[in-house]
């Protein structure tokens, strides 16, 4: 019998031997995050933060929910250490202001013109150099944007009502069509990004551009993202 499945049946590991079994997991989930974050997060903090996330999942698994423990306890780990970040000011604040620069800006170019907008046009709707505009948007890509993970890591135990389960439903489905109705390059590098995981160095060679040119693309396809979910985040 798996362990698991030995978790599932009779919930007795105790805390050392849950730790034991699945601190490897801990360790996958911070390196895959910490690959995404800013540079002054440190692998080390997310992994005690995601050990007590799973610390929290064996007190409040209920193996009858239909999920694996190891499905469970990946969602409460991955949100632990999303919370940490959010909780350290994971953007600082002039990053957040200038996103909501560049997203509300693309939002009224692209009303004005009924359809997506391309960086020369949203770099004259900022009133900004082409040049400027590239570098402001190779900034926010370095910041990321933690909403886009938070929507794979929602916990299921957590007492919303159903209400809010459809917004949030709802937030998911308006996130999912902002992300699909991106101009087909901008796409690519998310897919490429966020799916394959694949490095800024890596999405140019397939792309045939330079690390620098698809930061570019990538901050502003966030910020084209942001400013089509706009009702969602302001």
Known sequence: MSKTAVYADSQRESIEEVINNYLPLVKKIGLHLVAR???????????????????????????????????YAGIRIRGAMLDEVRRNNWAPRSIQQKMKLVSDAIKRVEAELKRSASDVEIASGLEISLE???????????????????????????????????????????????????????????????????????????????????????????????????????
């Open 132 to 234: 400027e505009y590239h570098e402001l948007s190779r900034e926010i890509a370095c910041s990321r944007m933690i909403s886009l993970e938070d929507t794979e890591s929602m916990n299921w135990d957590d007492g919303l009502d159903p209400f809010l389960r459809l917004e949030d439903l709802a937030f998911r489905q308006a996130l999912n069509k902002a992300i699909e109705s991106l101009p087909s390059r901008e796409m690519l590098v998310m897919s490429l990004y966020y799916g394959d995981e694949l490095n800024l160095k890596e999405i140019g060679e397939v792309l045939g551009l330079s690390a620098s040119r698809v930061s570019q693309m990538h901050g502003q396809a966030l910020a084209r993202v942001r400013a089509r979910i706009s009702e969602w985040v302001e």
């Open 37 to 71: 974050l800013p540079k002054h997060v440190e692998l080390d903090d997310l992994l005690q933060v995601g050990a007590l996330g799973l610390i929290q999942a064996r007190e409040s698994f209920d193996p009858t929910r239909g999920a694996s423990f190891a499905t």
